[in-house]
């Protein structure tokens, strides 16, 4: 319903833990910010963007049971380069935007290192990775797939699954090839048995040196101390052509084989007491810079195209070029903090300085210097030194004024029935 | 006489600033909090002008502050050789001038009002008169603190935008002792435009002029004053109008307004400075915050009144304790304001021998100076200390330049009394007695 009401073109939200390392795995199949992302595409007839967010940002944050509704003006951006719509093309964005059908993708990703799970066995397992087989598909899905990239397997690193796989699919994009095994899980669960694809290997393979993806990216905080800092990306071309990236906004070209270094300073900003989150010594999150670029090759390149829903759809890719977009790493910054404990004493304090100003130039400004006159004195000046016993104490062994004199017999008789001992 | 001595100081004073402005000083003093506010920052100034040559407006973001006219000055600077150094030598070398010639200005002004007081003074109070001999003392003291004084030789190197307005605001000293409404005005809207709480002077500067009409025992409160203080506003109306219109004309939009004195009266940036307002409006509860902001700001304009009645006799002294209560009240504080108003201190060097605080004030403003960078190591990049530590040294300070202000404004007050009634102090009964606040 919020859909309608918000007046949506397309809503992608990520959650993610953890860091995708780009360098070592390869591409992942669908992209995501390390934490949480949220992007939509409005419908242009939303006038005031704003507002629908904040609507929206709130509307998503209760589906999800997630904090997204702080997902305010502070960290959100409008880019106008990085970010283009799924499986629409310009063109036909404006025309098909009042069509009623909703296609909605979820997809979980996960990263498990096998081997050093097993204690060392390379052999692996849906029961040993994930605790359990698979023992029934989604009632609703009209087919449930299960891939296994069997690519390496034509490389000498022979392993063999059990059980044997309902089809074996040879992809060709961009001109490589990729070797998968296809299980219809359907088939497998519908008779009653339990799907627990296992590889065993015929030797134990000696893992090599895995190239690196053609484009990727590593970011970090450069600096010392809470005054100023700056953020550093090395973007890394590892192929032998000019790829032009999207880094959010700015269009650095990146040259064949070439390291970008994109680095700016930033200075950290002293917020008021009531900005700082409630862990404020852990510092402030930094969004994952977005590197948004078309690649010549398919190598490392397993995300779907922007037509495309289903990776069966992918069998036969000729294109050329591939989309990629790219999240680098969020980074943690540390911003000076005050004292959160004491509001009250700066107030005071501050307040009192004012005060010290304001009070000695209203003294001055209204009273005038005038002769001490001891005699015409009897005000509460003299009362008040009478008080002071040790004036009175001092006053005969020093050769004083007579004006200290006078008024010390003065209130010397003032003070005899209070103070007797004292006198005496 | 005392010219030779002069011409050495400003020698010494502007070879210094040219030989630390060659060595690694001047970056390391452009990073400190207590010469550098978001508003006259020169890292801020560049990336102004930065964006000023990528066509986009400097005023687009929150980081640029300065005001368009003085953008399009510093952007000149380029074209010289030296480049922005060189101006701000230039700026230090002409403040140097114009405070030699207020100096002498002020001699004569004393003298003339000396002469013409003559009459009211007590024949005790003979040692109190000027003479030419301890008024020539002045230009010497004033010049050595402007060009060897620690806080405007780092005012300069770190060149801190503090400077231009503080020229503005001795321009307006000397067109005020010269008696020259029209260019008096003219630095004063200059002066208002840069930093905005000048304006407050226009207060004293319009009863200085008042008075010059009017020797002979001025009413301050009449038609004649009201036709004479109206005169000096439309004349600083017209001139600040016109560089608010030129600024207008050259940015294409009052965007600049809100950037500059917007962010001056709202202080939306609470990165330490000296002041008071930083930690204050840090700590602030949300609520309270439009109000203290409020107290706040009237606390600078405030001291015009009292002072007004007071001391409509003198309204040099006035304009000079206002000037320095705004460079401690003001929203973003820092030395070069301080700066400012020390170098004009040896203007009542009279008066000194009044002043009841001077080791206290004195030995604070050093304190200040040493510990102020050591607390701010010790709380951003050691992290053994807090904020608390910062707060407390800018506090210190303030209190330090409250109590140098108060003594000022005290030890005049007691030595007018002492001209008018001599040093010995004697009740009718010939009793020697004390002089107290009544």
């Not at chain 2, 701000?88 to 002020?106: C, N, S």
Request: charged content about 15%.
């Amino acid at each position: 319903m919020f859909w309608q009401h918000t007046k949506l073109q397309e809503l992608h939200l990520t959650q993610t833990q953890g860091v995708w390392r780009h360098q070592i795995w390869g591409y992942p199949i669908e992209d995501a910010a390390p934490g949480a992302e949220l992007w939509v595409w409005f419908k242009p007839e939303v006038k005031d963007v704003d507002k629908t967010w904040a609507d929206l940002v709130n509307a998503v944050s209760g589906l999800f049971c997630s904090s997204l509704n702080f997902l305010d003006a502070k960290s959100t951006v409008a880019p106008r380069w990085s970010f283009k719509p799924r499986g629409l093309t310009p063109e036909s964005y404006a025309a098909s935007s009042d069509s009623a059908a909703v296609e909605l993708t979820q997809s979980l990703l996960l990263v498990v290192d096998a081997t050093i799970n097993n204690n060392r066995q390379q052999d692996w397992s849906l029961r040993k990775v994930f605790g359990q087989p698979l023992t029934s598909q989604c009632p609703l899905a009209s087919s449930s797939r299960v891939f296994v990239d069997m690519t390496d397997n034509l490389e000498g690193k022979k392993f063999t699954l059990s059980p044997q796989p309902t089809q074996q699919q040879e992809f060709l994009r961009g001109g490589k090839h990729r070797q998968f095994s296809i299980y219809e899980v359907g088939e497998f669960t519908s008779i009653g048995k339990a799907l627990n694809i296992a590889a065993q290997h015929e030797s134990p393979v000696q893992y090599g040196m895995v190239s690196a993806p053609p484009v990727y990216a590593h970011r970090y905080i450069t600096g010392y101390g809470l005054e100023n800092g700056g953020i550093s990306c090395h973007i890394f071309n590892t192929i032998d052509a000019y790829i032009p990236v999207v880094y959010m906004d700015t269009l650095p070209c990146l040259a064949p084989m070439s390291v970008t270094k994109v680095s700016f300073q930033f200075e950290r900003a002293f917020l008021k007491w009531t900005e700082y989150p409630p862990d404020a010594n852990h510092g402030f999150y930094i969004n994952s810079a977005v590197i948004s670029t078309i690649l010549p090759t398919a190598s490392h390149f397993t995300s779907l195209p922007l037509n495309a829903s289903t990776i069966v759809q992918i069998l036969n890719d000729s294109s050329t070029q591939f989309f990629l977009r790219l999240h680098t790493e969020s980074l943690l910054v540390s911003l000076p903090t005050p004292d959160f404990s004491m509001p009250y004493n700066v107030i005071c304090l501050a307040c009192t300085v004012v005060a010290v100003a304001f009070g000695s130039v209203h003294n001055l400004t209204t009273r005038r210097f005038v002769l001490l006159d001891p005699a015409t004195t009897k005000g509460l000046l003299a009362r008040l030194k009478g008080l002071l016993s040790f004036r009175r104490k001092k006053a005969p062994q020093t050769p004083a004024s007579e004006e200290t004199e006078s008024v010390n017999v003065k209130s010397s008789t003032e003070q005899k029935e209070t103070n007797l001992p004292t006198v005496e | 006489m005392a010219a030779p001595l002069v011409y050495v100081t400003g020698f010494v004073g502007t070879l210094l600033r040219v030989l630390l402005f060659a060595t690694d000083f001047p970056a390391w003093i452009r990073s400190r909090r207590e010469l550098v506010t978001p508003i006259t920052s020169w890292d801020r100034v560049q990336e102004g002008i930065a964006l000023q040559k990528q066509r986009i407006s400097p005023y687009a973001g929150d980081l640029f502050h300065e005001t368009p006219l003085l953008l399009r000055l510093v952007r000149s600077a380029d074209c010289i050789p030296g480049g922005s150094m060189t101006l701000f030598v230039f700026v230090d070398i002409v403040a140097g001038i114009i405070l030699y010639k207020i100096t002498q200005e002020f001699t004569r002004y004393e003298l003339q009002r000396q002469a013409k007081e003559m009459a009211n003074y007590s024949p005790q109070s003979k040692e109190l008169l000027h003479t030419r001999k301890t008024l020539s003392s002045i230009s010497i003291a004033v010049t050595l603190i402007h060009f060897l004084g620690p806080y405007s030789l780092c005012a300069c190197l770190a060149q801190t935008t503090t400077v231009f307005s503080n020229l503005a605001v001795l321009f307006c000293w000397l067109f005020t002792l010269q008696g020259n409404v029209e260019l008096c005005c003219f630095a004063l809207a200059v002066a208002t435009y840069q930093s905005l709480y000048p304006v407050i002077f226009l207060v004293p500067i319009a009863m200085h002029f008042f008075q010059q009409i009017e020797p002979k025992s001025p009413h301050f409160v009449s038609k004649a004053a009201f036709r004479s203080y109206t005169r000096v506003l439309l004349v600083f109306t017209v001139w600040l109008a016109s560089l608010l219109g030129a600024s207008f004309v050259l940015e294409g939009s009052w965007e600049f307004l809100r950037a500059t004195y917007g962010f001056v009266l709202t202080v939306p940036d609470l990165s330490p400075n000296v002041g008071i307002f930083w930690y204050f409006f840090t700590e602030m509860f949300e609520h309270f915050r439009t109000f203290f902001i409020c107290v706040f700001q009237i606390n600078v304009f405030i001291f015009a009144v009292p002072l007004a009645i007071k001391l409509q006799e003198h309204p040099l002294l006035q304009l000079y304790i206002i000037m320095f209560e705004v460079c401690i009240f003001k929203s973003y504080p820092s030395y070069a304001d301080t700066a400012l108003a020390l170098i004009l201190l040896p203007l009542w060097q009279h008066i000194f021998r009044y002043m009841r605080n001077t080791l206290v004030v004195s030995t604070l403003y050093v304190v200040v100076g040493i510990l102020a960078p050591i607390l701010w190591h010790l709380w951003i990049y050691a992290a053994s200390a807090n904020a608390n530590f910062y707060f407390a040294i800018t506090l210190v300070f303030c209190s330090a330049q409250v109590f140098l202000i108060a003594d000022v404004l005290y030890a005049f007050l007691r030595y007018e009394f002492d001209l008018l009634h001599g040093t010995d102090h004697r009740l009718p009964s010939k009793e020697k007695t004390r002089v107290v606040l009544e």
